[in-house]
């Protein structure tokens, strides 16, 4: 092979290598997709195989409230990252806030959620296939969605602490995308238990 192959054209952009922090977050993204696959494919095949109930039809409520809270979330991290990039550090940090307060009502009303099925409902992770199956899935997400909180958080900390810098703006962006990896499973658990699952 001739050395001009391995030198960048003149005639077109130089190719140049994504981040790491990218390459590290599209990798657990991946990783995560496939576990997540795992349980809701087992989700599937075990629905309306339980012996006894409850089922998803008796227990389950539509929560579009914390839904439509997680899903706005994405675009509240969306502008704190430009408004980063940009240099408005005080407007990232306020859209920062609102995307975790944001987060925590929906995990918030994950637990009341869970606190009325087991309470009021019946429905433990050891009732029947569904229930296992039902807290597996949720909580793989919650789970999720509770580590997403403790970052935030964090940077949270940072930011009015001062440390934060709009140089750090590529580092929010590729914590962004796991935040945004959070909103789009929980559209597919949204649409496998509370609506084909009913």
């Avoid at 629905?47 to 409520?61: A, C, F, Q, R, Y």
């Avoid at 990232?92 to 925590?104: D, H, N, Q, S």
């Avoid at 039902?134 to 789970?143: N, P």
Wanted: hydrophobic share 50%; proline share 4%; glycine share 8%.
């Amino acid at each position: 092979m001739s050395s001009e192959a391995l030198t960048p054209s003149s005639s077109g952009p130089e190719w140049v290598l994504p981040s790491r922090g990218r390459v590290g977050m599209f990798s657990l993204i991946a990783a995560e997709s496939a576990v997540f696959t795992i349980f809701v494919v087992a989700y599937i095949f075990y629905l309306g195989k339980s012996v006894s109930g409850p089922t998803p039809k008796d227990v389950l409520e539509l929560p579009i409230f914390a839904t439509i809270c997680l899903l706005s979330s994405s675009l509240t991290i969306h502008l704190a990252v430009r408004s980063l990039r940009q240099a408005r550090v005080g407007a990232f940090g306020l859209w920062w806030f609102v995307t975790m307060a944001l987060g925590t009502i929906f995990l918030v009303g994950t637990g009341r959620e869970w606190r009325h099925l087991i309470y009021n409902k019946g429905l433990t992770v050891s009732t029947n296939l569904f229930g296992t199956t039902y807290y597996s899935l949720v909580g793989l997400h919650a789970f999720h969605v509770t580590v997403g909180l403790l970052l935030i958080a964090l940077a949270l900390i940072f930011t009015l602490l001062g440390k934060v810098k709009p140089e750090h703006s590529e580092r929010a962006e590729v914590f962004s995308l796991y935040w945004h990896f959070v909103d789009v499973v929980w559209v597919v658990v949204f649409t496998v238990v509370y609506i084909i699952g009913r």
